[in-house]
């Protein structure tokens, strides 16, 4: 079964900092770009990073403005798991984390997006509250 599930998620206050893990299951994440998204009470599903299919010399991540210097996302592609480490966070970050694999197949070393539709496969989401 092919399946992402995430975990890590909870409370932290302002400034704090949290480390949400995305663990592959049914599939090899070596062939995939994949991503972060989040979506707040009210607000549509936002991109946060993405990163590509390697995790060599050749990797690229990309960040939403917003948390750019503050979060960072990485892979393992040996333990068919990904990662986003969120520092600084601030109560605008508050939201539910869900982790996603690009749709394509073995896509070029330098690709990765923030689009939502680009990606097929989706984890359950994992809640972040950032508050006093």
């Known amino acids: 079964q092919v399946q992402l599930v995430e975990s890590g998620g909870g409370l932290v206050q302002p400034g704090g900092s949290l480390k949400l893990s995305c663990a592959a299951s049914?599939?090899?994440?070596?062939?995939?770009?994949v991503a972060w998204f989040r979506q707040a009470p009210g607000k549509e599903r936002e991109g946060v990073s993405c990163i590509t299919r390697t995790n060599d010399a050749n990797f690229y991540a990309g960040y939403k403005h917003s948390v750019k210097g503050r979060f960072t996302i990485s892979r393992d592609n040996a333990k068919n798991a990904f990662y986003l480490e969120m520092s600084g966070l601030k109560p605008e970050d508050t939201a539910v984390y869900y982790c996603?694999?690009?749709?394509?197949?073995?896509?070029?070393?330098?690709?990765?997006?923030?689009?939502?539709?680009?990606?097929?496969?989706w984890g359950q989401g994992i809640q972040v509250t950032v508050s006093s």
């Open positions: 049914g599939f090899k994440l070596d062939y995939f770009a």
């Open positions: 996603a694999r690009n749709r394509v197949f073995y896509g070029t070393a330098k690709y990765c997006t923030l689009d939502g539709s680009a990606h097929d496969v």
